[in-house]
């Protein structure tokens, strides 16, 4: 496959001609990089983005890990548990993952901790989940027109796909230091947006000097030298791995479920009807890294004050600590409205009190004027 889908980007990354300055009216190319080890062969930032856009991936395995600290409260790991899936919890904390991939249609991750395994494989065009701490499985099939794109986003590449998704004439684009990532030499390609608003500072991506697949990816914050998400290979191997890797065979005794057609596969054997997780009042405002999502959920926000005699739901305990985390949240009010507010380092969600969802990568002033418009 080919490490960068989206050929939008090009449109204002690519230069016509090599040495341009200014490409699509903003987005700024730099430089060639600086001496640093290891010695690499000089590459400018278009050099370098055509290196992504012209690579082939035809397999590979390795170890990847993954770190986020976003400055949140344990809203990640309940609302994993809520939801049955460890998952859900990848946006906080560390995590070690196993990944495989053999093509567009075969994939496979492995998230392993202490307690257990949870799995995800797709072989053609079968979808398989396991749960090794409930010895659970899920089943599906995609229908025949699914896309290619990887079932599960787990690697560096992944994460670079959606990054480079985000740039637009106000993104300054650059090359950084060489490094050397999972024992592999790197370039660095840094992207830098230009709004004030984003809490994004940089985006950096580590670029494989000779298969030109990214394998780091750091996000830092406004004001912060630290990465507040990182996604790195430790281990990686650029040999298709075998066919069996992506064959699932249903340890003795396991609870399997089949998601018949209409329904996705939940973590731990549960089950999901599509139509739950349609969202039919959503919009976007802005482009580019300062997009804000608006999102209409009902007549009150969630984590909203309870009824008086309201009993929280004895199946869901875990769901009602998420709902009084999302109480606690301090209370804010403007000119738009009133409602709580949820801020990290890189993101700010706006959950008013009229039932609105309002959130991105912004400053909570950028999702005040949201809800204001």
Not at 303 to 321: E, I, L, R, S
Request: no cysteine.
């Amino acid at each position: 496959m080919s490490v960068m889908k989206n050929r939008v980007v090009l449109r204002w990354l690519v230069p016509v001609t090599a040495g341009v300055a200014v490409i699509g009216g903003g987005a700024a190319v730099g430089t060639f990089a600086a001496g640093a080890d290891p010695a690499l062969p000089p590459r400018s930032a278009a050099q370098l983005l055509e290196d992504l856009r012209t690579s082939r991936l035809d397999g590979l395995s390795g170890t990847v890990v993954q770190r986020a600290d976003l400055g949140l409260p344990p809203i990640a790991a309940l609302a994993g548990r809520a939801t049955g899936s460890d998952l859900a919890g990848l946006v906080s904390g560390t995590h070690t993952l196993r990944v495989w991939y053999g093509g567009e249609d075969r994939q496979r991750l492995a998230l392993v901790d202490t307690l257990g395994e949870q799995d995800i494989l797709r072989n053609g065009r079968d979808v398989w989940t396991w749960n090794s701490r409930e010895n659970t499985a899920t089943h599906r099939v995609l229908p025949a027109d699914a896309p290619d794109r990887a079932t599960v986003p787990a690697t560096p590449a992944d994460a670079a796909d959606r990054a480079l998704e985000a740039i637009d004439p106000t993104t300054a684009v650059t090359v950084g230091r060489t490094a050397t990532v999972a024992g592999r030499d790197a370039y660095e390609l840094v992207l830098t947006p230009r709004d004030k608003a984003s809490l994004v500072h940089q985006v950096r991506i580590a670029l494989d000097a000779k298969e030109h697949v990214p394998l780091r990816l750091q996000v830092l914050a406004d004001g912060q030298d630290e990465p507040a998400f990182q996604v790195a290979f430790t281990q990686v191997d650029f040999r298709t791995p075998e066919a069996d890797q992506f064959r699932f065979n249903p340890p003795p005794g396991v609870k399997v479920t089949e998601a018949t057609e209409g329904e996705r596969p939940g973590p731990a054997g549960k089950r999901f009807d599509r139509k739950d997780a349609e969202k039919p009042d959503v919009r976007t405002v802005g482009t580019g890294w300062t997009t804000v999502v608006v999102a209409k959920i009902g007549d009150a926000a969630p984590g909203g004050d309870a009824k008086p005699g309201a009993k929280p739901g004895a199946d869901a305990p875990d769901a009602q600590m998420l709902a009084g985390v999302l109480g606690d949240l301090p209370k804010v009010s403007g000119d738009w409205g009133s409602g709580r507010l949820l801020s990290g380092k890189l993101f700010s969600v706006l959950l008013t009190d009229d039932g609105r969802v309002i959130a991105g990568l912004v400053t909570p002033e950028r999702l005040y004027q949201a809800a204001k418009g």
